[in-house]
């Protein structure tokens, strides 16, 4: 009997290639459903080190930890006007809960864990979440005259650029570290892969 199983490593650029499909023929929230799952492929990887005493994998935090490490980059900006420093505006921590919200409820939750480095003395800041088709990243403060210590920030998310940003980082990284997926394979059944592998396609 033929061995149908395929590297995974080839799976996963399987996927890539399917998301990037999805991106181009505008089925976004089916891409985006896809390419949330990177951070988990390449987080569990990577990082085996990052485990609960008993053994069993931190999933959040290698997640997190893999978009910070090679995605994170895309989602910086200055917090204020003028400002040199530049701050995550959607980090690890972030796309982790997008992900949970996203793949197991269908939505983009909004409570989502934004640390500001605002110092202004006796401010509060909310935030504000979106994801948005065909549209541009944004961040941005607003305050109210009636609340004049309260800071609102919205951060808005195209889902395009990040299916293609999680792509992009999920190619580099299998790149540098095919060796670590050699003696995996998956259990989905690629059938003109088999063909090929063996020959049996007339070439």
Same mark, same amino acid.
């Given at each position: ?26 089925? /976004? /929230? ?5 390419? /949330?799952?990177?951070? !988990? ?12 005493? &008993? ?35 959607? &980090? ?16 983009? !939750? ?26 541009? !990243? ?5 305050? %109210? ?12 998310? %195209? ?22 997926? %050699? ?5 989905? /059944? !690629? ?13």
């Amino acid at each position: 009997m033929l061995n149908r199983k395929v590297p995974h490593a080839r799976f996963i650029e399987r996927q890539i290639g399917d998301v990037r499909a999805a991106v181009e023929a505008d089925n /976004l /929230l089916s891409a985006l459903a896809l390419a /949330l799952t990177f951070p !988990d492929v390449f987080g569990q990887v990577l990082y085996p080190e990052i485990v609960a005493n &008993n053994g069993r994998r931190i999933t959040g935090a290698q997640y997190a930890k893999w978009f910070d490490e090679h995605v994170g980059t895309e989602y910086e900006a200055p917090e204020e006007p003028g400002s040199q420093e530049l701050k995550n505006y959607f &980090n690890g921590s972030m796309c982790w809960k997008l992900r949970c919200a996203y793949l197991h409820e269908g939505k983009s !939750d909004n409570d989502y864990p934004y640390e500001s480095s605002d110092t202004r003395s006796g401010s509060e800041c909310e935030f504000e979440f979106e994801l948005a088709l065909h549209a541009c !990243d944004a961040i941005g403060d607003m305050t %109210d005259s009636t609340t004049p210590n309260l800071v609102k920030r919205h951060v808005r998310i %195209d889902v395009g650029k990040l299916c293609s940003r999680l792509c992009d980082a999920a190619e580099l990284c299998l790149r540098d570290n095919a060796g670590r997926f %050699d003696e995996a394979t998956s259990d989905v /059944l !690629d059938l003109p892969y088999v063909i090929r592998l063996y020959g049996m396609d007339g070439r």
